[in-house]
């Protein structure tokens, strides 16, 4: 799995595009994740854009990164990748987790990150092969990490049923 990692701009390698308005007053009882710049923040009964995919904030929140393999509506405040350009989509979402976004915040008062200088942002670039194999492996040990949080939580509502 020792590929060769290329460096290559952020642009030439995925589309970050800017999500889509829904006032709340708008919203209709439905399945499809409404995901903000914190992640899944209600539900919608349409999608504007298909899954899998990748959200990061954009505006407030930064530097979170959110993957879905559904179909989803990303909010105003959220990068969204609209082209993954060969990549893998799952890779991205952990490679993404790596970038030091507060670097290209170009807001004061509010944290913000404009698209086009991610887009210019120097990366190093596995090929497809190894994108596929790290993010199985990365893939593993966080469903491997929710097991165990869901474990202790049920130790710890069996031991506080004990005490009682």
């Known amino acids: 799995m020792a590929g060769e990692w290329r460096q290559r701009q952020l642009g030439d390698l995925i589309t970050l595009k800017r999500g889509y308005d829904l006032a709340s007053t708008a919203r209709r009882p439905g399945t499809v994740p409404i995901i ?20 990061t904030g954009r505006y407030g929140t930064i530097g979170e990164v959110f993957f879905t393999d559904e179909n989803f509506w990303p909010l105003n405040t959220t ?9 893998d989509p799952r890779f991205v979402s952990y490679y993404l987790k790596t970038l030091n976004f507060s670097a290209y915040s170009d807001k004061a008062a509010v944290p913000g990150i404009n698209r086009n200088d991610l887009h210019e942002a120097l990366v190093l670039w596995p090929g497809i092969d190894e994108q596929v194999a790290i993010a199985n492996v990365l893939a593993s040990l966080d469903a491997k ?8 939580a049920t130790l710890e509502d069996m031991a506080r049923a004990l005490f009682k």
């Open 36 to 55: 903000s710049s914190s992640g899944i923040s209600g539900f919608h009964d349409t999608a504007m854009t298909k899954g899998p995919g990748v959200v």
């Open 79 to 87: 990068l969204y990748v609209s082209d993954f350009k060969g990549s």
């Open 145 to 152: 990490i929710e097991l165990n949080r869901q474990i202790a």
